[in-house]
């Protein structure tokens, strides 16, 4: 609230490069309106990140869907994650509190996506008996145990879900694949890359 960072606890020596490096941005912040943003990031999106209105239900005018074009590139294109029923069972039944979900039978009609948000992850999904969102969905069923983002697909085989996923995380703000592979593949610096993530910045 003051403008200034929480302080960080590291488990290790930071190298003179690191150090060196956090010395030269010490003194700057970055700001919308003249005050201090709220700098979230992810660990990777599926080629947008998210409104923050998407996920969260604020609406912050820096925290809106940009491209991410290089995330094909990182670790988090297309992961596959299998599932059990059971276990798919158990996190509902917790998230939910209650065994009354609907989920019996073939686990193939467990899981209805209903619709997208315009950048492509999973709005609303069908689960059972119940509605809820991708990024629920997400929370569910342990915080990326299960599936890595709201940009999913599910498959089943036999009594396995199979999530395909992009991205990893909540997807607002910064991606830090995204930042790595942009100064990588593009040769952006910093100030390129926080302009870019958190817009009007």
């Not at 020596?13 to 970055?30: D, H, L, T």
């Not at 991410?68 to 158990?90: A, H, M, P, T």
Request: glycine share 10%; aromatic share 14%; charged share 20%.
């Amino acid at each position: 609230m003051n403008g200034q960072a929480d302080v960080v606890p590291i488990n290790k020596k930071p190298s003179e490069k690191v150090k060196q490096i956090c010395k030269e941005v010490a003194e700057e912040m970055v700001y919308y309106s003249g005050k201090p943003i709220n700098a979230m990031y992810t660990a990777a999106m599926a080629s947008y990140s998210r409104n923050s209105k998407d996920v969260f239900g604020g609406s912050l005018p820096y925290l809106v869907s940009v491209p991410s074009e290089y995330e094909s590139l990182g670790s988090n294109w297309d992961y596959k994650r299998e599932v059990s029923k059971d276990k798919f069972r158990q996190y509902l039944e917790n998230w939910f509190g209650t065994t009354d979900l609907g989920l019996d039978g073939d686990i193939s009609s467990w899981i209805t996506i209903i619709n997208y948000t315009a950048d492509g992850y999973v709005n609303q999904v069908q689960v059972g008996n119940r509605m809820m969102t991708g990024w629920e969905l997400y929370k569910a069923t342990g915080w990326g145990r299960s599936i890595k983002s709201a940009y999913f697909s599910v498959e089943t085989s036999g009594d396995t879900f199979i999530f395909t996923t992009r991205g990893y995380g909540h997807c607002v703000g910064m991606s830090q694949w995204g930042a790595h592979l942009y100064a990588r593949e593009a040769g952006w610096n910093y100030k390129q890359i926080l302009t870019h993530y958190y817009s009007g910045t």
